[in-house]
């Protein structure tokens, strides 16, 4: 007869479990300078489900032999592909804790887990410069971030015109929206919060720039004033790492009525560094602000904030009733995201933050911004690469000499992928087929550097 595997025999043998998770721990820290960054994965073997199980002991075996070799170190030093960050120790700590205790944290008549997440965001609007008064909460990351303000941002622009959305609908409201470079996670929740991908007018930014043209904005702004409009700006732009004048922008709600939200889903992380902290300046300005803890923090995925001046709005279009559920008093999270229940996401940042303090999150930010601006130099001096935008913060922005295609691009980023050192994304930037390097991770240092210019070196487009 089979044996039967159960939760119950598993308790029995925890020890063993947690030894075999705490040696595969140790060595994924230990080794991830030596993984390849990027992995090109065409099969995956499957097991066939069975009747009883086969046991977590060999779940286990299978998943180190069969599924590991073919994981990325995207969590490592030399991924400059997205905005991905890693997980330090501290944060590992406290996503395996955020497990273990298996909190819900829309309970705060029954945990402690909904405070904890209160004081990390207290402290997360303390090292971004983000004034205490600003409501907040954890999400998934910077898409539902955008989403969540985005539709506070709709039931504002319908109280303008009377209109609640949350009760009667979108109706008749006709909504502007306006950016210069608008995230594509913007277009994603414009999407879902039916207000069309199309109503999205795209303004110029400044010449060799991706900033927003100020003065385009405020013409658009003359010409719509009996329209409800979102202004979508951006700090820490995905091509460039280049930020919105958000100063600028913000004197123009002194006299034109809009709702302002900025995108700092990493660039917010540029108030921890005080050269700079300028960038930011006008953040309080911002009716909503979008921020990713596992981005640039170095929290595993996926931890993300919001923050809005409006929680009463936020919490006409989230709340939620039912006969078993306790005051809004003792449930506040609950009323004010897309999600009833979810883990204790906040856990992981509140652990990082206290274990690193303010200059720890410091040494990061300022490290890859270094590291991103001592590439962007190499790039200039060379005859193989072209730099296309100054390096305004973490991410550095070049493509192929001579001239080069959208194909040859892809080319060079597969041949790049396969040798193992290093892996980026392609974009596009002012029409040009492009190349992004983003430095993000706690861990990259000057001799990633060096392993950066010798593949960059050795993958020139004529050796390709």
């Known amino acids: 007869m089979q044996k039967k595997f159960t939760p119950e025999s598993d308790l029995e043998n925890l020890h063993l479990l947690m030894e075999l998770t705490h040696a595969s721990a140790l060595e994924r820290y230990t080794t991830i300078r030596e993984g390849k960054p990027g992995l090109l994965v065409q099969h995956i073997q499957q097991l066939t489900l069975t009747q009883n199980g086969i046991g977590t002991e060999k779940v286990f075996d299978f998943f180190k032999q069969e599924v590991v070799p073919h994981l ?17 120790p501290a944060s590992m700590l406290g ?68 209109i609640n959305v949350a009760q009667e609908g979108l109706s008749n409201l006709k909504i502007k929206i306006v950016g210069a470079t608008p995230h594509s996670s913007a277009y994603k929740s414009i999407s879902m919060l039916g207000l ?19 003065g385009a904005l405020k013409k658009y702004l003359e010409k719509n004033q009996e329209h409800a409009i979102i202004v979508l700006a951006s700090s820490g732009t995905v091509n460039t ?13 002194k006299r034109f009525n809009f ?22 300046q006008g953040i309080n300005e911002a009716d909503s602000i979008t921020v990713d803890a596992h981005k640039w923090l170095n929290v595993p995925y996926d931890s993300a904030m919001q923050f809005t001046k409006h929680k009463e709005l936020q919490a006409e279009v989230f709340q939620n009733s039912a006969a078993y559920l306790a005051t809004q008093q ?18 992981p940042t509140w652990f990082s933050l206290l274990a690193y303090g303010k200059n720890g999150v410091r ?97 020139s487009l004529k050796n390709v």
């Open 241 to 253: 790492g280049d930020f919105d004048d958000l100063v600028e922008i913000a004197e123009l709600k």
């Open 95 to 162: 996503d395996f804790l955020t497990t273990i205790y298996d909190q819900n944290t829309f309970g705060f008549n029954d945990t402690a887990a909904p405070g904890i997440e209160k004081q990390a965001l207290s402290y997360l609007k303390e090292i971004l410069g983000v004034a205490p008064s600003y409501f907040g909460t954890f999400v998934t990351g910077a898409t539902q971030a955008n989403f969540v303000n985005l539709a506070i941002a709709r039931q504002w622009c319908g109280k303008q015109k009377g």
């Open 196 to 214: 069309g991908k199309q109503n999205i007018d795209v303004i110029d930014t400044l010449p060799s720039r991706e900033r927003m043209d100020v």
């Open 330 to 347: 003792f449930n506040e999270f609950f009323h004010y995201t897309p999600e009833n229940s979810r883990r204790w996401r906040g856990l």
């Open 259 to 280: 709702w302002l939200h900025v995108d700092g889903a990493f660039g917010a992380f540029a108030a921890c560094s005080p050269e700079r902290a300028q960038l930011m």
């Open 72 to 88: 990325h170190a995207g969590a490592g030093p030399r991924y400059l592909g997205f905005v991905t960050g890693g997980s330090t």
């Open 363 to 459: 040494n990061i930010i300022e490290t890859n911004c270094t590291l991103a601006y001592q590439l962007g130099e190499w790039i200039k001096q060379s005859n193989q690469y072209q730099l296309l935008s100054p390096v305004h913060l973490n991410i550095v922005c070049f493509t192929l000499q001579p001239e080069t295609t959208k194909e040859n691009i892809q080319h060079w980023l597969d041949a790049v992928r396969d040798d193992g050192r290093v892996f980026f994304t392609p974009t596009v930037y002012k029409g040009k087929p492009a190349v992004r390097a983003a430095f993000s991770n706690w861990m990259t240092n000057e001799e990633d550097l060096r392993i950066i210019q010798q593949t960059l070196e050795k993958f």
